[in-house]
């Protein structure tokens, strides 16, 4: 773990994905009366098939597999043993899901009634007036910053103030094994984004250290808000918008993605802001887009 953070500059979300995937497997080597050592391509392929037989996912599969990878690889690396059980071992196709979308109206519903919902709290919980309005400005800037960015829940709820230039427009973010990028914040995210980080700074301002480091969504105690926080009240707003797909913080960089496209937007450049080392990871969109494309066909050619 201390090597995948240090060296490999993972987040804590991908030391807690690995964490888990390891302590799946070490449960599994216990059942099977085996050692980290002692393993061969044939324990790995019982290991996943295991995995299959209790209903998981493709994808979780795949992913299982890979930690596994890294793992026996620095283990030969470490000269812990000599040879690697799961180099060998073939890497599923991952099978190419579409992402969830809504479309620019289905957003528009849920932003506007993101600024006007009361955030949900602990049952029986009354919020004062300054607090009620912060947290509810919290969530409509949260919001407004997904749509606006692509951002990942992970990277926005790690966002610190000091990677933000309300003057400029723009957000340098850091992704995946912290890889920097600077996305522009739109002109609606901004206007939300100063009103809260105004109500803010009066209700946490024993909480405030300067500099920049502080949290831009920070918790009561000055801590970094939770991303199923931000879940929760996501779908529970949406659902109210009368939007009844499952809407996850997700949705809302996959829409920013599709509607860029849609607007004409060049795929290198959404690639670019999404922060995806390949293209090939930002192609999904197209097919989207293409349906958006058929759908326009079939509405307005004479013959569609």
């Keep these: 773990m201390e090597y995948l953070r240090a060296e490999r500059g993972l987040s804590v979300n991908g030391i807690a994905a690995y964490t888990a995937d390891f302590k799946l497997y070490e449960a599994f080597l216990a059942r099977e009366n085996r050692t980290i050592e002692s393993a061969d391509p044939d324990l790995i392929t019982d290991f996943l098939f295991y995995q299959r037989q209790a209903e998981k996912s493709p994808t979780s599969l795949i992913r299982y597999l890979q930690s ?5 690889r620095f283990l030969v690396e470490e000269n812990v043993i000599q040879k690697d059980p799961a180099r060998l071992i073939p890497l599923p196709k991952k099978p190419q899901r579409l992402p969830k979308v809504i479309n620019s109206d289905e957003v528009g519903r849920i932003l506007g009634l993101a600024g006007a919902a009361t955030p949900s709290g602990r049952k029986g919980e009354k919020r ?3 607090a009620h309005e912060e947290a509810t400005l919290r969530y409509l800037a949260a919001f407004e910053l997904l749509y606006a960015t692509g951002m990942r829940i992970s990277e926005l709820t790690q966002l610190r103030d000091k990677q933000i230039d309300l003057n400029a427009g723009y957000a340098r973010v850091f992704g995946k094994r912290n890889k920097e990028r600077v996305v522009p914040i739109g002109r609606y995210a901004q206007v939300v984004l100063r009103r809260y980080l105004a109500a ?3 209700l946490r301002k024993n909480r405030l250290v300067g500099n920049g480091n502080d949290f831009v969504f920070m918790g009561a105690r000055g801590q970094a808000m939770h991303r199923t926080t931000f879940f929760r009240h996501l779908r529970d707003v949406a659902k109210k918008a009368g939007v009844r ?8 960089r996959h829409s920013f993605a599709t509607h860029l496209l849609e607007g004409g937007a060049d795929l290198r450049v959404v690639q670019e802001l999404l922060g995806h080392a390949d293209i090939g990871t930002t192609q999904i969109y197209t097919h989207v887009d293409r349906k958006h494309l058929s759908e326009m066909h079939k509405k307005f050619h004479p013959r569609g």
């Design 200 to 202: 803010r700074d009066v």
């Design 68 to 72: 596994l990878r890294s793992f026996y």
């Design 245 to 252: 797909r499952g809407v996850s913080p997700h949705t809302l």
């Design 128 to 130: 004062p007036g300054k």
